[in-house]
C-alpha cells in the first residue's frame, strides 16, 4: 500500500507543476489511480471515444468484470455512437447502419432511432445536446458505482460516492 501512496504524490507532484503528459503516463501505467475529474473534462469536451479507452484501460481484461463496470463500457460506447451520429459525415452512416441487421425487437428500436438521427441531421445534433449533461451525469454516477474503480478513483471535490 505504501507503494499507491508514492506513485499517488509522485502524480500530484506532476500534475501541480504541470507535466500533465507524464502525468497521464504514470496513470496508465500503474493503474493505481483513475482521474474522474480528467474523465468529466474528456465527456463534456465531447471526446467520448477517449473517455471510453481511459475507463478501459482501468478495468481489468484477464477476469470476469462486475455488472456495473460492463454498464458503464456499453453506456460509453452508446454515448460514442449517438455523438458520431449526431455529428453526420462517414461516421454517422457507418454508426448508423450498426444495427441493420438486427432482429431482436430493442435492438431494432435502436437501429431505428439512429436512422431517423442520421436522416435529419439539425435535429440530431439539437437532440444529443439536450441529453449529453444527462449522458455524463449518469456515466459519472457509474464510475462511483463500479467496483473495479472504487479503489483507484480521485473523485473531483463536489462529488461523493454514493
Not at 94 to 109: G, I, M, V
Not at 119 to 124: E, K, P, T
Not at 132 to 140: H, I, K, T
Amino acid at each position: 500500500m505504501a507503494w499507491r501512496l508514492r506513485i499517488r504524490r509522485i502524480h500530484r507532484f506532476l500534475k501541480h507543476f504541470g507535466f500533465l503528459d507524464s502525468a497521464a503516463v504514470v496513470e496508465k501505467a500503474t493503474g493505481v489511480f483513475f482521474d474522474v475529474g480528467y474523465l468529466h473534462a474528456l465527456m463534456l469536451q465531447g471526446c467520448w471515444d477517449k473517455a471510453h479507452s481511459y475507463v478501459a484501460c482501468f478495468l481489468p481484461g484477464y477476469r470476469p468484470r462486475s455488472h456495473q463496470a460492463i454498464d458503464l463500457l456499453v453506456h460509453l460506447g452508446a454515448a460514442k455512437m449517438l455523438v458520431a451520429v449526431a455529428g453526420g459525415g462517414r461516421d454517422a452512416a457507418q454508426s448508423a447502419s450498426t444495427f441493420d441487421r438486427a432482429s431482436e425487437p430493442h435492438l431494432a428500436r435502436c437501429r431505428d432511432v439512429l436512422h431517423q438521427m442520421h436522416a435529419d441531421q439539425r435535429r440530431a445534433s439539437k437532440l444529443w445536446r439536450d441529453v449529453e449533461p444527462y449522458a455524463v451525469s449518469a456515466a459519472l454516477d457509474m464510475v462511483a458505482k463500479c467496483p473495479e474503480l472504487k479503489g483507484k478513483m480521485c473523485l473531483p471535490r463536489n462529488r461523493t460516492t454514493p
